[in-house]
């Protein structure tokens, strides 16, 4: 079953920066919108950023300013560089890709821990 695999957790001091990467195992359908989630322990897991093929992008309110997130359309391959980390940026982050279109398909990572602690 091919899955995402995600690289570039760590650990890191607060001000600090990270990029994780996320890569498709095997052959994917493409998808139309790649993004990345975050799991803080005990809480639900929540979306941090998306970008579609065309290259709109989303992004939570709490990473704003700090966060951007790109892709390689080519690779099925996106990218998120964290600058200015917080401790309240720790969590597991999940990579995810989505085909809208015919035929569908979703595929999501195993998680890569990020934490960010002095």
């Known amino acids: 079953q091919v899955q995402l695999v995600e690289s570039g957790g760590g650990l890191v001091q607060p001000g600090g920066s990270l990029t994780l990467s996320c890569a498709p195992s095997?052959?994917?359908?493409?998808?139309?919108?790649m993004g990345w989630y975050r799991q803080a322990p005990g809480k639900q897991r929540e979306l941090v950023a998306t970008?579609?093929?065309?290259?709109?992008?989303n992004y939570a309110d709490s990473v704003k300013g700090r966060f951007t997130i790109s892709r390689d359309n080519a690779k099925n391959t996106v990218y998120l560089q964290m600058n200015s980390l917080k401790p309240e940026d720790t969590a597991v982050y999940y990579c995810?890709?989505?085909?809208?279109?015919?035929?569908?398909?979703?595929?999501w990572g195993q998680g890569t821990q990020v934490t960010v602690s002095s």
């Open positions: 995810n890709a989505d085909r809208i279109s015919w035929p569908g398909a979703t595929y």
């Open positions: 095997g052959i994917i359908l493409k998808p139309d919108v």
């Open positions: 970008i579609t093929t065309g290259g709109t992008t």
